[in-house]
């Protein structure tokens, strides 16, 4: 390799670094303007991501992309109407009552932080709790001032929801005529490796997590109800969202639940909660996941955690869930692009 050679792709590594650092955070500036409306259309197509699975079934008993889309529409339709009088209300319930009582709830943290800290001067323990008190009273003065605007902006947010779902729908219909067209923007090779590789992650990495969710309440539900835990459907449905985060959001959603639990009802039931939440996430985690999963990313677990943490700095909650299938999508394309063979292409 020749000495010019040399300098000029050591040159290149040099530069890329600081232009990859500047294009993040161009793009997080982008992402805090537009957050509202990039964050509705990232969940639209998420949801159409996910029916299109249903879609497809219909395409293959024969019904046309419009028919199948239609009949999948009216199946949705009909789960929101047996949820809005069945589960919804439950759970709305649940939440209000939680709501209200969690001035209550904070206090008795507030009572609890005192008395540990009380316990810790007794001992002379280099430890100081009085922020965290100072933080929960906070918190609590926060979210009681925020109740009323909550309650205004819960008209708004369903008829945001309803935009949502009909977007997702046109999304089904005209998504693939959008789709071809901007990767016929890009060079033919790197429009192909993307399209392929976003089918690839971003169905695979969706449709598993969301199976692994539904696994995990299925589990925990029946669990709750027996060790008669306050709010129940609430606190599953708290540890299903977060188990669409990959790796620790599970973790993260039982510890939280297990806080209000023992706020709510002591010791005992936390750690029944605690127990439970793990016994069963083993089971998803290491006996199920492999199986829906499998090895889809090939992403060093390092990586992984640093997709998610820029992911989470960029964009929030957001960047959180799509990092890890971008993660996996730029490797695998970048993979498809250094191979010499052809790469069919898929449009998602």
Avoid at 180 to 194: E, R, T, V
Avoid at 288 to 312: E, K, S, V
Wanted: proline residues 4%; charged residues 10%; contains cysteine.
């Amino acid at each position: 390799m020749q000495l010019s050679e040399l300098i000029r792709r050591y040159l290149l590594y040099g530069l890329s670094g600081p232009i990859i650092v500047l294009n993040l955070w161009v793009l997080s500036q982008v992402f805090k303007y537009f957050e509202g409306l990039i964050t509705f259309f990232i969940l639209s197509s998420i949801l159409a991501l996910i029916l299109d699975y249903l879609v497809r079934v219909f395409e293959r008993l024969h019904l046309s992309r419009t028919q199948a889309v239609l009949v999948v529409l009216f199946l949705f339709l009909l789960l929101v109407l047996v949820l809005g009088f069945t589960l919804i209300p439950i759970v709305i319930e649940q939440a209000t009552q939680l709501l209200q009582g969690l001035p209550g709830l904070l206090e008795a943290g507030d009572r609890n932080i005192t008395w540990l800290q009380t316990l810790i001067n007794e001992y002379n323990l280099p430890f100081n709790l009085n922020q965290i008190t100072r933080q929960l009273n906070s918190q609590t003065e926060r979210i009681l001032a925020s109740l009323p605007e909550f309650a205004i902006n819960t008209l708004g947010q369903i008829f945001a929801t309803l935009l949502l779902i009909v977007l997702a729908f046109y999304m089904l219909l005209y998504g693939e005529r959008c789709w071809q067209g901007l990767i016929n923007l890009l060079p033919l090779k790197l429009g192909k490796a993307l399209s392929t590789s976003l089918k690839e992650q971003f169905h695979r990495f969706f449709m598993s997590q969301l199976l692994l969710a539904l696994v995990m309440m299925l589990f925990l539900i029946p669990t709750f109800l027996v060790l008669e835990i306050k709010f129940a459907l609430l606190f599953v449905l708290i540890i299903g969202l977060f188990e669409v985060v990959p790796l620790f959001g599970a973790t993260i959603g039982i510890g939280l639940v297990t806080l209000l639990v023992l706020g709510l009802q002591g010791f005992v039931p936390a750690v029944q909660v605690v127990v439970a939440g793990v016994f069963f996430q083993q089971i998803t985690d290491n006996i199920i996941a492999p199986r829906i999963r499998g090895d889809f990313t090939g992403l060093n677990p390092i990586w992984i955690i640093m997709a998610l943490l820029i992911g989470g700095r960029v964009a929030g909650f957001i960047g959180v869930v799509l990092a890890m299938p971008i993660a996996a999508t730029i490797k695998s394309t970048m993979e498809a692009m250094r191979s010499p063979d052809e790469v069919k292409i898929e449009l998602p």
